[in-house]
């Protein structure tokens, strides 16, 4: 897919690895980019500063009447969704100890929120006959985040979510890309640093940190190839067929670099 003329939906658009899509995806020539995230949120800012062929709405991905109310919304101003990024996140986390609540949070933003978007426009692009899916998931989702269950297990539903997509929907026309970064500078990543949160110690230690920018360039080469699996970070790719030629001596190998934490 080639961004030009598309109207592109971007949850999560205020933060660093969505704000750097909807800048990125508004330099592609995309017609409409929405720049969807929470009230209260740098929204108008980012949008603002991209133009006319922009337009807030400010969403929690969470709440599934608010995510139907988006694509709503964007219809009346732009016209059909060519592509959906379902991108917003939380990390935060902990172990199997961590209460209910927070896994049950967890699982809203890093998985319902895709299902809630996938309900929302695969019914009109299957009429339609085409139309794109990317969802953000993480490298955490192939392989594992040590030290964070929840963020852990919802990455892995969020590939496994996005695999079903592709499979259900892609002989009618429905693409779906599904992008894996590890560490990216964004606030996220730097405030759990900042926080000295292991998982993201464990991070900073599993590869390079690169910018949201270079993501924005990768996913638009990923949406160009429409490729399944974005891999911001090549190296991602060795890991995960590591793991799957062996996955006792991965398992080892992970107990390992969590020793040393
Ligand atoms: N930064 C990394 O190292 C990294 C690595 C792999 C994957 N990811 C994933 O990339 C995505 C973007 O993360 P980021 O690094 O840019 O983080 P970020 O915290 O900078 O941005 C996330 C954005 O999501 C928004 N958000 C959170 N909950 C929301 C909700 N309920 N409704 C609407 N918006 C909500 C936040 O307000 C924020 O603007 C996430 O899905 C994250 O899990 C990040």
Known sequence: ??????????????????RALCTRFAAEGAKGVVVADLEGTD???????????AMPVATDVSNEA??????????ERFGPVDLFCSNAGVGG?????????????????????????????VPSMVARGEGYLLNTASAAGLLANLGNAQYTVTKHAAVALA????????????????LCPQGVRTPMLLGGLDADDPSAAMV????NLIDPEDVADSV??????????????????????????????????????????
């Open 66 to 75: 608010d995510v139907q109310r988006l694509v709503v919304q964007t219809e």
């Open 93 to 121: 986390g902990g172990g199997i100890e961590s209460p209910d609540d927070d896994w049950d949070r967890t699982f809203r933003i890093n998985l319902m929120a895709h299902v809630y978007a996938a309900r929302a426009v």
């Open 220 to 261: 638009v080469q990923g949406l160009r190839d429409e490729r399944f699996l974005i891999l911001p970070h090549p190296e991602v790719a060795e890991f995960y067929r590591r793991k799957a030629d062996d996955p006792d001596r991965w398992i080892k190998g992970m107990r390992r670099i969590q020793a040393q934490l």
């Open 43 to 53: 929204i108008d800012t980012v949008a603002k500063a991209l133009g006319d062929q």
């Open 1 to 18: 897919m080639e961004l030009k003329d598309k109207v592109v939906i971007v949850t999560g658009g205020a933060g660093g690895i969505g």
């Open 204 to 207: 900073l230690k599993s590869g």
């Open 163 to 178: 695999e079903f997509l592709a499979i259900t929907y892609g002989d009618q026309g429905v693409k779906v890309s599904c």
